[in-house]
């Protein structure tokens, strides 16, 4: 079953934070985050091992919690080159590789 | 160094018709997987491959075969192609969970 995302799509201006949030059925061993722009692959942005760890990157950081089967990506003082579709991948077992992807969140940035 | 290699980049079918989509890693990864991405339901796994000569089903694999003889290559075909199988297919070779992925296939079936 995919990850469930949320919100589905949102618009902000520069300069304002976002946060996206992913939820599985399922117990995770990992949570990966990927950004993919318009006619372009998704590319990976970070992973989160269980036992909630928060992890940054620039000013986008996410959190993952194992217990509530959940990860949320931050993003903070939002930038126009950080418009784009953003996944969450869930693996449920260490070294299974077998990546679940979410459906999908749509940022959008407006000047 | 390329990394993962998709082709075509566009193809059009006409129902019924058979292909291959290829793909191809200089990575020596020996994870690979295949997704096809509609709009509003995310990247959905069709096959993957833990290495050579060993392939399993992913979530949505009906109307797809997979085949893995080598490390670097990982083939997906289309038997009989249906207007359901209308999307944007991408390959992936992951290497501690890390997935990179190719360009992208996008394919309609008319």
């Known amino acids: 079953q995919q990850p469930v995302q949320s919100p589905q799509a949102v618009i902000l201006r520069e300069g304002e934070d976002a946060v996206i949030n992913c939820s599985s059925s399922k117990a995770l061993y990992s949570v990966h985050w990927y950004r993919q722009k318009h006619g372009e692959a998704p590319v990976f942005l970070m992973i989160l091992l269980k036992g909630g760890e928060q992890k940054g990157h620039d000013k986008i950081s996410a959190s993952f919690n194992e217990k509530k089967q959940q990860s949320s990506l931050y993003l903070t003082a939002s930038q126009l080159s950080y418009s784009g579709t953003y996944f969450c991948?869930?693996?449920?077992?260490?070294?299974?590789?077998?990546?679940?992807f979410g459906t999908g969140t749509r940022l959008t940035i407006i000047p | 160094n390329a990394g993962v290699t998709q082709t075509p980049k566009f193809q059009v079918l006409k129902t019924g018709q058979s292909m291959t989509l290829q793909c191809a890693q200089d990575m020596n990864h020996e994870y690979m997987s295949w997704y096809r991405q509609d709009p509003g339901m995310g990247l959905r796994l069709i096959h993957y491959?833990?290495?050579?000569?060993?392939?399993d089903q992913g979530e949505v694999p009906n109307g797809y075969n997979v085949s893995r003889s080598t490390t670097e290559d990982f083939p997906l075909r289309l038997l009989s192609a249906a207007p359901s199988q209308t999307s944007v297919y991408f390959c992936a070779s992951i290497f501690r969970s890390e997935a990179f992925f190719g360009q992208g296939t996008r394919l309609t079936v008319v």
């Open positions: 991948g869930t693996e449920a077992n260490f070294g299974n590789e077998k990546l679940t």
């Open positions: 491959s833990v290495g050579a000569g060993i392939t």
